[in-house]
């Protein structure tokens, strides 16, 4: 079994539909991909997935489970964690302060899980005192990243990490989850535009368009830019 499946999933806001059938699934350890230009419901999906968006149809089972029926919070308490397009990350805490608001949840001693996880981000090491508000924007990411993970997620879902980044820190972005997804047993689904970023990192690809996503992108089709064109819903 998967370790997320989602089955012909719909989600609507008003009347006016996003996403209309979306069937793919992630196995465990597992980095998938979804390619899909603005506004073809990416972000939808991903909120779907937290909760955030009502669906109007199908099913999204994780874990075994079936989770539509339950809140944001079950289901962050269940692995799921998302790292939002545009980061959210408190503008007027420091570093250290957003790590710790992702980790105010975790029982114990949250001593080791921040080290844990901030050796996996040296840079945000060295900026612990730096307001969230004045890092840069791939410093922001970076940060994003890490305070989802002090949740210790199973499944990270990944809204365009690389939206507005400079290519120096889309490049540390991208190694440091080759990091993680080497050291430790963690799922991501990762949305994106950026054909490098995703191919870069992904073990499979699918590609949405106009709220449909039915297709793997077979890899040997990734380096062909008319494939990845029609499979992005942009017929030649
Ligand atoms: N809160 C909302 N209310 C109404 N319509 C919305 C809302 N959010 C998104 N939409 C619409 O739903 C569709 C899918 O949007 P979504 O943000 O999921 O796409 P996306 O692929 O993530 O795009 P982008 O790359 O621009 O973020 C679009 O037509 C968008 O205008």
């Known amino acids: 079994m998967s370790l997320l499946e989602v089955r012909g999933l ?27 230009h603005n506004g073809m419901g990416k972000t939808t999906l991903l909120r779907a997935i937290m909760g955030y968006v009502k ?8 874990d075994g489970a079936d989770i539509r029926g339950l809140s944001v919070n079950a289901r962050a308490r269940a692995g799921l964690g998302l790292v939002p397009q545009g980061r959210e990350i408190f503008p007027n805490l420091s570093v250290e302060d957003n790590l710790m608001v992702g980790i105010a949840t975790q029982k114990g001693d949250t001593g080791p899980i921040i080290a844990e996880i901030l050796e996996l981000f040296p840079r945000l090491k060295r900026l612990l005192d730096r307001r969230g508000g004045a890092l840069s924007g791939g410093e922001q990411q970076l940060l994003a990243l890490a305070r989802c993970l002090c949740r210790r997620p199973k499944l990270m879902l990944l809204d365009e990490p690389t939206e507005g980044i400079q290519p120096s820190i889309i490049d540390e972005i991208s190694d440091t989850l080759k990091v993680l997804t080497a050291r430790q047993d963690i799922t991501i689904v990762l949305v994106e535009q950026n054909l490098d970023f995703i191919t870069g990192l992904s073990d499979r ?3 949405i368009a106009n709220g449909v996503l039915d297709s793997e992108i077979p ?12 499979f992005m819903g942009f017929a030649a």
Do not use: C, M, N, W
């Not at 008003?14 to 991909?33: K, S």
């Not at 890899?219 to 029609?230: G, H, I, K, Y």
């Open 219 to 230: 890899r040997d089709r990734l380096t062909d830019p008319q494939a990845v064109s029609e």
């Open 10 to 36: 719909k989600a609507s806001y008003g009347v006016v539909p996003a996403l209309h059938r979306v069937d793919f699934r992630a196995e465990a350890g597992e980095v998938v991909g979804i390619l899909g």
């Open 55 to 62: 669906v109007t149809g199908g099913e999204i089972s994780f």
């Open 205 to 207: 690809v699918y590609a």
